[in-house]
């Protein structure tokens, strides 16, 4: 226990979460930043879900002149095909969040089993695993993401593969460490002596512990993977048969939107990309903090304690 | 001749993240004299250490403080942070659990307790380096040992450091802050041993803050209970021990496990109130073997008793025999 | 000598990583179906007597086992195959495309290592203020970020104030070495400002975060309990001990600067690593490829076994 600042009581209005039940909801509710986040999250998903019936325009169709500038029916102007920046963009965000969620499902079952293994056996397992997840973690994922997808060929099912294959080691260290410190808790270990087999204990017992961190980590790394995706799409190895968010910056890129001043082909994209990832990013934080709240106050900051002013003097004063 | 060190309603207030505020410490005053040893015991979060920490300023932005600080009858609280500063070490030093993350890790304990010299203008260099040997073996370490790390001393040598540190400026008062919790027992021994030599031979004085009985009833003259956030009894530590007058210190002392009595240690039911709401009656009122009517209506007053004593209940005015 | 065991056994793992990375490599790009990535000969333009030399010095006759073998020595000799592109050896054009790189990265990142500890100190020491939320905002909006986007909306935003393509102006003949210097200079400008805004956004919440985390400690409470200044106790206290979750964690983004630096080259078309890459993948350049991504490989096993010795010098608890 730390020295003083269990600032007794303080803590009653940050429960740590605990249980999965409503805990990504909590968040979101509690914190402002979450809520912004999911805000611009949902926003994005439901544009790109709806995309087929509620863009504007054609995907392919011409609508005007190749890098038609910004106008009343065309509020983010034309690409350099002539078609609708807003139409792009909405059909874009459909492929990238799907290579993000997809991905990051990938990366979650993968890291996710290696974690729980690796926590809950423990032993050799865990040493082995380990050691794998250090080596993977020691190989930098872009340059590794662009070799495969190089030699394997760009199609979506490859980029989904890839991109999870590379971002699980971060989800199973996670998940090992709460994992072991669960095991070591007293009602797991009545649980064991009780005869319950281990399945049933991961399942009733460690998996609802660890979602929320899970979900957490989940959030976090389709944030990554989105990146991931718009990096690889702009390097040239996006599936060429689809329009991503990073395709549409690609093509803009390789199209000379700069030289010819068409600065909307470009700002829009990214900026969609940046959205995306700014919102995870939020939710994921958010959810962090609450599963981990700082419960050491700072001694030291730059305001300092305040005095009240005495009313009245001495043994009297109130 | 006025104390040497006098605390005048001392309240600390707490915001709380979602809004409101805790009412850590509320109204507390004692005194302490020169070369006078003063306990203040009471359970888990009754505000003692925040009492202790409050006189020096040494509490968050979140925290307002009310009251008056006087040492040597100057209010050192008056100005804030800034007219405080100068008083820390020098005139009040403070010795935290030591067996905690007290020292710091990537120093050396030699360069820590020089730092305490050379803030305070008192040694610099080389003047610093034998100054702080000297300290290392007032407490009993060998001066070499200071070069080392605070991870390479036992828990009770980084107890003994973080002592002879807060003897580097020679203060008046020597505040202990739970000094041997989390030690070994023999440990616990030696230092509350070292503890009493130092304050005797440098003429300290003492406040001790502990929530162990008999540390305090083996070290101090004098004791305060503490009772959420407020000094509910203070007296002659003998006078507590056989004649409490408040039935919380009669239940703690009851609480304390006794080797050589044979009846099972009783504990206090039930758990503190809540203090980021206002308190109506007496705080101790629901956990009270002898609580009655006027207990959970009015607050009771820290009266005296005569004798240096003083209690906060009701029980005090009842003529003795009625209930 | 302390921590001789720490140090050795870092060292080990990182000499093991380089295996397995140089492992990986192999399979990687031999052991894939299909001979237009493997065949290290097919070099364009290249005469017979050339195809001939490189199959035989990479044993492409060989078994696959054999060919891995010859592979590790033919790295020792520091011969990684000729490019597909224009004809020389890779280990040459990976030297000169190294000695690009280098330099401008090492700037983006100094430069967000600079900034990004002054404002996560300042945003750590301002807990709870608007200067604290105006911070970690700004710093997650550069972070969120895709670096190649950035790095054109840089493009857009300096044209004509700073060149937005390549090392060298080309139109430069025979310039004396300061001038040189200058017009290198001043091409860096944008791309490694690019990489220090993307870094600077990561290290500003890294540092805040060590920081904060730092400041709760209970040597804080007694290095205060003394009578030292704020100002002192965030310097010789809080950021020497913040250091240290700092220094890993800086470490650890150095994946990321190498992704970062593949996204700005090719967007600046800085002569780098980073557009090796890239041009490598368009033009189907596989020894290059080959060659490129074990240099970045190498590099990053290199500066995480340099920030564990780094660690290892700053934090006095790791003994043997």
């Not at chain 1, 999965?20 to 979450?34: D, F």
């Not at chain 1, 718009?230 to 890129?253: M, Q």
């Not at chain 2, 973080?162 to 030696?190: G, H, K, R, Y």
Request: aromatic share 8%.
């Amino acid at each position: 226990m730390s020295m003083v600042f269990q600032e007794p009581g303080l803590l009653s209005g940050t429960q740590p979460i605990r249980t999965l039940r409503g805990s990504l909801w909590k968040v979101i509710r509690g914190q402002p930043s979450a809520t912004i986040g999911a805000f611009i999250l949902g926003s994005f998903i439901v544009l790109a879900l709806l995309a087929p019936w509620v863009a504007p325009y054609g995907l392919h169709e011409q609508v005007g002149p190749v890098y038609g500038h910004p106008s009343w029916s065309h509020p983010l102007g034309l690409d350099d095909g002539g078609v609708d920046m807003v139409t792009l963009l909405m059909w874009g965000a459909r492929i990238s969040l799907v290579v993000g969620f997809a991905a990051t499902f990938v990366s979650i079952v993968i890291g996710g089993t290696v974690g729980l293994l690796s926590g809950y056996l423990g032993g050799k397992t865990d040493s082995v695993l380990m050691r794998i997840t250090d080596y993977f973690l020691a190989i930098p994922d872009v340059p590794l993401m662009i070799v495969v997808a190089a030699i394997w060929g760009p199609s979506l099912t490859h980029i989904i593969i890839v991109i999870g294959v590379l971002l699980w080691t971060g989800t199973a260290r996670v998940v090992r460490a709460q994992v072991k410190s669960i095991r070591e808790r007293v009602y797991v270990k009545r649980a064991r002596s009780l005869g319950a087999g281990n399945v049933r204990i991961v399942v009733r017992h460690v998996l609802p512990q660890i979602a929320p961190l899970l979900i957490a980590n989940t959030v976090l790394t389709i944030a990554v993977a989105i990146f991931d995706e718009t990096a690889l799409a702009f390097l040239g190895l996006g599936d060429p048969s689809r329009i991503s968010l990073g395709k549409v910056i690609e093509n803009a890129f390789q199209r000379t939107a700069i030289t010819s001043g068409a600065w909307w082909a470009i700002v829009p994209p990214g900026a969609a990309v940046a959205l995306l990832i700014l919102s995870c990013s939020m939710i994921g934080r958010a959810m962090e903090d609450a599963l981990n709240p700082r419960l050491k106050a700072a001694h030291l900051s730059a305001r300092s304690f305040r005095l009240r002013p005495l009313v009245g003097r001495g043994k009297d004063a109130v | 001749m006025s104390s040497l060190l006098e605390v005048e309603e001392l309240n600390v207030w707490f915001d709380l993240p979602h809004g409101g505020t805790l009412h850590a410490v509320q109204g507390v005053s004692f005194t302490l004299d020169r070369g006078e040893r003063l306990g203040l015991v009471g359970e888990s979060g009754c505000g003692k250490s925040t009492t202790v920490l409050g006189l020096l300023g040494l509490l968050p932005p979140s925290a307002e403080l009310s009251g008056r600080v006087l040492l040597d009858g100057v209010d050192i609280l008056a100005g804030g942070e800034e007219s405080v500063r100068p008083h820390r070490w020098v005139d009040l030093a403070i010795v935290f659990q030591g067996a905690m993350n007290a020292l710091n890790p990537v120093q050396t304990v030699q360069a820590q307790i020089a730092e305490a010299l050379e803030v305070h203008g008192l040694a610099s260099g080389r003047a610093a380096r034998a100054r702080v040997g000297e300290l290392l073996e007032s407490v009993g370490i060998p001066r070499e040992r200071g070069e080392r790390y605070p991870h390479e001393f036992s828990g009770g040598m980084r107890q003994r450091a973080a002592i002879a540190m807060a003897l580097a400026c020679n203060p008046s008062v020597l505040v202990a802050d739970e000094p041997t919790t989390a030690l070994d027992v023999m440990v616990q021994a030696q230092i509350l041993e070292l503890l009493d030599a130092l304050c005797r031979d440098f003429g300290l004085a003492l406040l001790l803050v502990t929530h162990d009985l008999p540390v305090v009833a083996q070290l101090c003259d004098r004791s305060a209970v503490m009772y959420a956030g407020e000094i509910v009894e203070h007296g002659p530590v003998d006078a507590l021990f056989h004649d409490p007058r408040h039935p919380y210190t009669r239940l703690l002392f009851a609480a304390t496990p006794d080797l050589h009595a044979n009846g099972a240690p009783v504990s206090i039911p039930g758990a503190p109130p809540r203090l980021d709401r206002p308190l109506v009656g007496c705080p101790f009122h629901e956990r009270c073997d002898r609580a009655f009517g006027r207990c959970t209506l009015e607050r009771p007053l820290l009266r005296g008793l005569g004798g240096e004593r003083a209690a906060a209940c009701h029980l005090n005015d009842v003529p003795a025999g009625v209930v | 000598m302390r921590g001789a065991d720490y140090v050795i056994k870092r060292t080990a793992f990182a000499v093991i990583t380089v295996f397995v990375a140089l492992t990986l490599n192999f399979a990687l790009f031999r052991l894939a179906p299909g001979s237009a990535i493997t065949n290290l000969s097919r070099v364009p333009h290249a005469t017979p007597e050339t195809k001939l030399a490189l199959k035989k010095q990479f044993g492409l006759d060989k078994s696959k086992g054999e060919q891995y073998v010859i592979y590790l020595q033919q790295l020792a000799r520091g011969n990684l195959g000729i490019s597909f592109e224009n004809s020389q050896p890779v280990s040459s054009n990976l030297r000169v495309a190294l000695s690009n790189t280098l330099p401008m990265v090492a700037l983006g990142t100094i430069i967000a290592i600079v900034f990004g500890t002054l404002t996560g100190v300042i945003a750590a020491w301002r807990r709870g203020t608007g200067t604290e939320h105006l911070t970690v905002s700004t710093a997650l909006g550069f972070y969120a970020m895709p670096t190649h986007w950035l790095a054109l909306m840089l493009v857009i935003l300096f044209a004509g104030i700073f060149p937005s393509g390549g090392m060298t102006d080309d139109f430069l003949i025979d310039p004396s070495w300061f001038t040189h210097v200058k017009d290198v200079a001043y091409h860096m400008t944008l791309p490694a400002l690019t990489l220090a805004l993307v870094l600077f956004g990561e290290y500003t919440l890294i540092v805040r975060s060590a920081m904060l985390e730092t400041l709760g400690e209970d040597y804080i409470l007694t290095a205060r309990a003394k009578g030292l200044k704020p100002r002192t106790i965030v310097r010789k206290h809080a950021l020497r001990n913040a250091l240290l979750p700092i220094t890993t964690l800086i470490a650890l983004s150095l994946g990321y600067i190498v992704a970062g630096s593949i996204l700005v080259e090719t967007v600046f078309s800085w002569p780098g690593i980073g557009r090796a890459v890239y041009q490598a993948v368009l033009q189907r350049d596989y020894p290059m490829l080959q060659g490129a991504f074990l240099v970045l490989t190498l590099s990053v096993v290199f500066f995480n076994l340099l920030a564990d010795l780094l660690y290892f010098r700053l934090d006095p608890r790791i003994t043997s």
